[in-house]
């Protein structure tokens, strides 16, 4: 059993920084990958970045330079920070492990970038 907690949400005037931390417990892996997911009202749940047990990351085009997602493995962290944040960034914020062929989810947090 993996359990997944989200933290950090919020809101925030566009052109402004948040940090979504998401810790993991349970039966971890040492080989995982941890992602960060959005879900806009009406819009189909997309990836936002990923980061694997090497500490290899990727991202959404439209996210890329502006958002960074790290780990601490020892503490079955993973974090994304969010800088330059913009209204189209607004969304219910999803972390996910994957492991052993399967992906567990947290029960998201909502970020709205509004002036």
């Known amino acids: 059993q993996v359990q997944l907690v989200e933290s950090g949400g919020g809101l925030v005037q566009p052109g402004g920084s948040l940090t979504l931390t998401c810790v993991a417990s349970?039966?971890?892996?040492?080989?995982?990958?941890m992602n960060w997911y959005r879900q806009a009202p009406g819009s189909r749940r997309e990836l936002v970045a990923t980061?694997?047990?090497?500490?290899?990351?990727s991202y959404l085009r439209s996210v890329k330079g502006r958002f960074t997602i790290s780990r601490d493995s020892a503490k079955n962290t993973v974090t994304l920070q969010m800088n330059d944040l913009n209204p189209d960034d607004t969304a219910i914020y999803y972390c996910?492990?994957?492991?052993?062929?399967?992906?567990?989810w947290g029960q998201g947090t909502q970020v709205t970038v509004s002036s």
């Open positions: 980061i694997d047990s090497r500490g290899t990351t």
């Open positions: 349970g039966n971890i892996f040492s080989k995982n990958t």
């Open positions: 996910a492990l994957e492991q052993d062929n399967t992906r567990h």
